[in-house]
Every structure is written in C-alpha cells, then in structure tokens.
C-alpha cells in the first residue's frame, strides 16, 4: 500500500454494510498526509483514526460497519440530527441556482437577506442586523475588531481591554484562542494578543466550597468588578462569556450569576457578549443561551447549530447600540471574509431553523427531552465512579472521582495523570456511543432530535460503559 492510491480503490463491497471500506488504507493514508485539528500525530499514528462514513438520525457508522450513537451532535453542532434530505436538496438547488458570490462590494444574496431577516426575528428584540461569518471563530475576531470600532467611534478609543474567563473556549484563531482561557493554547504561537484579560470560572463543583450555588454565583460574577477595577473601567471595551461552558466541561453557573454579571456591565458601561456558538439554535431548550440565563447582550456570536454543520455558517448578531454607531457613524467597516452570506450556507441554515421549527425542537428540550436527560443523568450519579452530575437542557456533564462524597465539594478526584477520562471514552467508543472527556468529566450534548426513547438507550450505554471502566480502575487499584 503506497501512499499514492487511488482513494476509489479503498472501498470494497461487502454484504453486511452499505459500503465497505478498507479501513487500513484509509488509515495509512490518513496518517501520511492529514494533519488533524488539536491532535497528537505520533499517537495517532499508532492508534489509527477512526474513519466515520454514514450517518443517519443520532447514529454514525465507522468504516468497519459499526454503529455508535453520537452523543456529541458531531461536535456539539448537529442540532436537527443526520440524514436530513431537505437540507441537501436546499443546498443543492441554491449551488446551481447561484453557488457563490460575494457580499461586498454593493452586492447582496437572498438567501443571504432571508436569513438575516429570519435571525432578526428569532433573536431577542435588540438584534435587528447580523454580520456573516465562517465559523465561531471569524465570528469571535470580528466581535473583537467591533467593539473596538465601537469604542473609537463612541469617542473612547481607550476601551480597548475584553476580558473574558479562564477555561472558556472562544475558538482557535487568533483572537478566538486569545480570548479563551485554555493555558495549552496560549502557550502556543504567543497568546493572548495584546488587550485582553482573564477572570475566574464560575465553577461551583470546583470553586465554590462553603458558599451556597446563589452566594457562589454572586462572588464568581464579583471577580468581573474586581478586574474592571484593576485594568481601569475606561480601558475596559468588552465581557465575553459562554452561557454554560461547552468544550470546559458543561460549566453551569448559578442562576445568580448571569444577572449580576449584566450590573456590573452596566455599571460600568462595559459591552456584554454572548458566545452562543454552542448553546444557540436551542441547545438549552431556548433558542438563545441568554434567554434561559436572563441577560440581554450587546453581541451575540454564533456558529454550529446555525447549520446544524451540514455547511460551515457563523455570525454576530449585532444589537442596536453597537449596530446604530456602527452604521450611523461609522463608515466602512473594514473587515469581512470572502465567505460571508455565503448563498448555499445561508440556503442550508434557512432550512435547518424551517426544520428546528416545525419539529418544535427548542421546545422539546425545554419540555421533554432536557427534563428526561437530566432525570437519566440523576441517576447515574448511584454508579460507584460518578460523584456528581450536571445537566442544562440538551448538555450533560459526570465527573468520574476516585471517592464518592454527600456533595460535589466532598468528591476525592483521580490523579489527572491516571486520565481515567480517556479511558472511559475508549470504552465508550468501543462500545457504540460518543462521549467527550474533559479531564475525568464525561460530557453529552446530542441532536436536539433525539428520542425519549434513544436517550435512554444512551444513557444505557454509559452505564454499561461505566461499568467497564470502574473494573479496570479497580483492578489498576486507583479506587479509595
Ligand atoms: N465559541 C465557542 C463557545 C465554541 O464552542 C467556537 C467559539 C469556535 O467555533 P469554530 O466554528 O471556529 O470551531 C467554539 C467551538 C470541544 C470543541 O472539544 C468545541 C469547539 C470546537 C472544537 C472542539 O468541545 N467549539
């Protein structure tokens, strides 16, 4: 097997499965010549990627014919589920319709109108306009680049610092990484850029020990004042946030949290960003994060479930304040991509917001299948390696502790070098479902299409997969 064959000749037939794959090939391949995103290349290269080829409703198959149900929406992103013949047929008509052109330059698309009209509509009422991107990441750089347009045209170009938290996910570019708090990625390429600043977590399983979840909620919205006041509240521009933290593990703040968070912010005349890339398009049973948590942004940014990733699409929701200065003021706006409104991504997300829609999938999560996720999750936390377990709508998160406690402040964590996570995933994989390892928390966030019926297959699942993996602890003698 050389590196050089045809990729048409990797598949071979096979009875059992649609198509068969020869899974080596594509992994030798895959090995020599595809650098993967966040991937240790040495240690994949030994392992072998997983080659996924099909999917259909919450079920993926690999390349060898399994099945595994996705419990991570792809990558928190497949919202209306797989195997969705609508959005296809959308996208395929808009390609030959018109397949590309360009918002600048005086030009406009109507799926790219249609789309913005319907964001306006669906969005809380101060977001009357929107800025097309590729992803959550273009999507976070040109909220940096906007508030800082903002602050130099309201007459306060010293406002230049955004602050955000550690242990939040904002993206890989630049800015995105820069405004995250992930200490791995900082120490990669010399971030953060310059301007922009870290506060805590509002991490009450971690940090809150002693205090109620209210009075923690108030203390961790506190470290917000406390590094306004630090930096000088007239070089502060910006507070960006995830709703509930996605990649940091499912971080759900207290219902106090939020709401003080917003009086700071105007107290201090600092503009409130709302990173939705992950609990946008209804993940939290709203079709807004900040709906469910009670705060009214300035900018939202969104990505993934826009789509539900069939075709790349992110954006910012621009609400009125920043939009009317901008656009009164303002000029040009010196900054854009090639892809912006770009017409098939635009066709693909009508579709998608037409499906989440008519099936009433934001009001199922609130409903019905949040409520039965959080109910199967509860009762996990009897397993003897669960110490506790968090749910907000459609995302889940378990830790995985070495000694059970009454609260989670009692729990007695692995050594992170033990990475009973990773070993628990692995057993999850090879047992037919998708959980994220965050350290040795287990989260989900499957479509917002699933079943009643298929979260409970799910959580069957991971209970059996559990199960594997407090044997193997037990037996490497890691349990207290
Ligand atoms: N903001 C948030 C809140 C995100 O979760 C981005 C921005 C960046 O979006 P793009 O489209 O540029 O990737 C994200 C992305 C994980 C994981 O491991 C999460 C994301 C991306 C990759 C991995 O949970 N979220």
Redesign the pocket.
Known sequence: MTTNTPVASLRVTAPEVQEAYDTQALQQLDSAHYLH??TDHAALRERGARVIVRAEDVYLWDSDGKKIIDG?AG??CVNAGYGRASIADAVHAQLLQLPFYNSFFNTTNVPAVKLAALLAQLSPPQFQHVFFT???????DTIVRMVRRYWQLAGKPGREVIISRRN??????MA?ASL?GMPGMHAQGGLPIPGIDHIGQPNYAEEGRGMSEAEFGLHAAGWLEEKILEVGPDRVAAFIG?PV???GGVIIPPATYWPEIQRICDKYDILLVS?????GFGRLGTWFGCQLMGFEPDLI?F??GVTSGYV?L?GVLVGSRVAHTLIEKGGDFNHGFTYSGHPAACAAALENIRILQAEHLVERVALETGPHLKARFASLVAHPLVGHAETCGLAAGLNLVRRKGQTAHDCEAFPSTHAVGMLCRKHMFDNGVIM?A?GDRM?VAPPLSISVARIDEMVERIRYCLDLTLEEVVARGWMA
């Not at 590729?134 to 976070?140: D, H, Q, R």
């Not at 939040?168 to 570019?173: L, V």
Request: charge should be negative; include cysteine.
């Open positions: 995103p966040f991570m990558l928190w590729g992803s959550g990441s273009e999507a976070n939040a996910y904002h993206g890989s570019t995105g995250g995830e933290q996605g990649a990173d939705e890339v992950i609990c940014a990505a993934k790349p992110g994220r965050v989260i």
